[in-house]
């Protein structure tokens, strides 16, 4: 029998771990991983066509390039479903206060926080916006994640908003990760709206929404519905709109106060509510029966030092989907590290770390709508894979703190490392 043709095949992988399937792993499935020992994928045409032992992919495949993995651990690309990394300016300044006691609410209060990233952001220009957000996401692909979700939000004026969805564009066609790209202009009321604070809600709805969607810059439509921000009316009539316009939606949702962000995302379909530090018992069983994705920022709680960790034991016996990502914004979590959220992951949501690989790919996958294409080493699936410095998936959050990337591989290309 001839063999099939591939374009590359990547061999001798120690341990292969993956998730499978198109749709969220929920409950016990979520520790439920595809592990591989000796094996080996082919990858054609940008996609994986074959994953498997060694023995049977070699044996069915042939391709003119050939990757030895040095028998390492081979596992999909990180997705990194909610991310802030388009800004201007830093924070460092916050940090220093939040060591000395100040608190990230007092701060924000204050006047500082998301609205001083909004003030740097409004007076640089797209350029400069790019050039300082370019290595951040240059930096996600280094640590291993190959699909990201970008969202606006330091505008919260039309033109801004604007600006910095181009600037989304702009970086998606610069790098060779998957950039999904998300409206936030409800993540604050701006400085200008402080005593008319419907006026901004009015703004949302009759000028922003509708000339983004015309712009067809965004994908989802996303909020801040929080005590002080956005409460569940105002968030409602203006995700309403934003779904009418054609967006898909999602929510930072209860992260420290209980509004009822949960259930608001329920009720309104939407693909994820993010955060959930402070959720309700009727919250988590809404989004059960919605099917709404838990998005859970482990990375923000621990940065903004508080007490309460979302409650993941809860979600998943509930039977809702997690997953996980960085947040990586200048005030609450500025890190690019998937691999750092693997190990707070596991100490502090109590997942073990086979969930909270699933839940860094085939369920972050989802959570933004990319489970068809990615998030799991599967035939028909893209080649986005990460060769590790390490022989076993546990490793990841074990060895904390440091960059185990060796190689990274997008749609069948080698884009960070060599072997
Ligand atoms: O997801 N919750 C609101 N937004 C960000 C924080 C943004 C900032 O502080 O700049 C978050 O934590
Ligand atoms: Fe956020």
Redesign the pocket.
């Not at 914004?329 to 979590?333: I, Q, R, T, W």
């Given at each position: 029998m001839s063999k099939k043709r591939a374009d590359l095949l990547i061999t001798n992988i120690g341990q292969l771990a993956t998730p499978r399937g198109k749709k969220p792993a929920r409950g016990e499935k979520m520790s439920n991983l595809r592990v591989i020992r000796d094996a080996a994928v082919a990858v054609k045409d940008g996609d994986l066509t074959a994953v498997g032992t060694g023995e049977k992919v070699l044996h069915d495949y042939t391709a003119p390039k050939e990757l030895d993995a040095g028998g390492h651990l081979v596992t999909p690309g990180f997705v990194d479903p909610?991310t802030?990394i388009v800004?201007a300016g830093s924070?460092e300044q916050e940090f220093e206060m939040r060591c000395q006691g100040a608190s990230?609410k007092e701060i924000?209060l204050a006047g500082g926080?998301?609205l001083s990233?909004v003030l740097a952001t409004r007076e640089a220009s797209e350029d400069e916006i790019l050039d300082q957000s370019l290595p951040r996401l240059k930096r996600c692909l280094e640590f291993g994640t190959t699909t990201v979700e970008i969202k606006s939000?330091?505008g919260l004026d039309t033109a801004t908003e604007l600006k910095m969805l181009r600037v989304i564009d702009r970086l998606r066609k610069k790098t060779p990760l998957d950039v999904v790209s998300t409206f936030l202009g409800a993540?604050e009321v701006p400085p200008e709206y402080r005593s008319d604070r419907d006026g901004y809600v009015r703004l949302l709805i009759e000028q922003m929404i509708p000339a983004v969607a015309e712009s067809g810059l965004a994908e989802f439509t996303d909020i801040?519905t929080?005590q002080h921000v956005f409460d569940v009316s105002q968030s409602r009539r203006i995700l309403q709109a934003a779904k009418e316009a054609g967006f898909k939606l999602r929510l930072?949702a209860d992260?420290i106060v209980s509004l009822g962000g949960a259930q608001l995302a329920a009720e309104l379909q939407a693909v994820s509510a993010?955060?959930l530090g402070a959720i309700s018992a009727r919250g988590i069983k809404a989004l059960a029966e919605s099917g709404t994705i838990a998005v859970l920022?482990p990375g923000?709680t621990f940065f903004i030092n508080l007490e309460s960790y979302a409650p993941a034991t809860a979600l998943k016996e509930a039977g809702v989907a997690i997953a996980l990502s960085t947040?990586c914004?200048?005030?609450?979590?500025m890190t690019e590290s998937m691999q750092i959220i693997q190990t707070l992951a596991c100490l502090y949501l109590d997942l073990p770390p086979a969930e909270a690989l699933s839940a860094s790919t085939l369920n972050a996958a989802c959570a933004i709508d990319r489970g068809d294409r990615v998030g799991t080493l599967e035939p028909g699936k893209q080649a986005d894979l990460v060769i590790w410095d390490c022989a076993d998936y546990r490793a990841i959050p074990y060895h904390y703190g440091v960059n185990l990337v060796r190689t990274v591989i997008k749609k069948g290309k080698v884009v960070v490392g060599g072997l």
């Open positions: 909610h802030h800004f924070r990230y924000a926080g998301i990233t939000g330091y993540h801040f929080e930072h992260e993010d955060h920022l923000t947040d914004n200048p005030g609450s979590s």
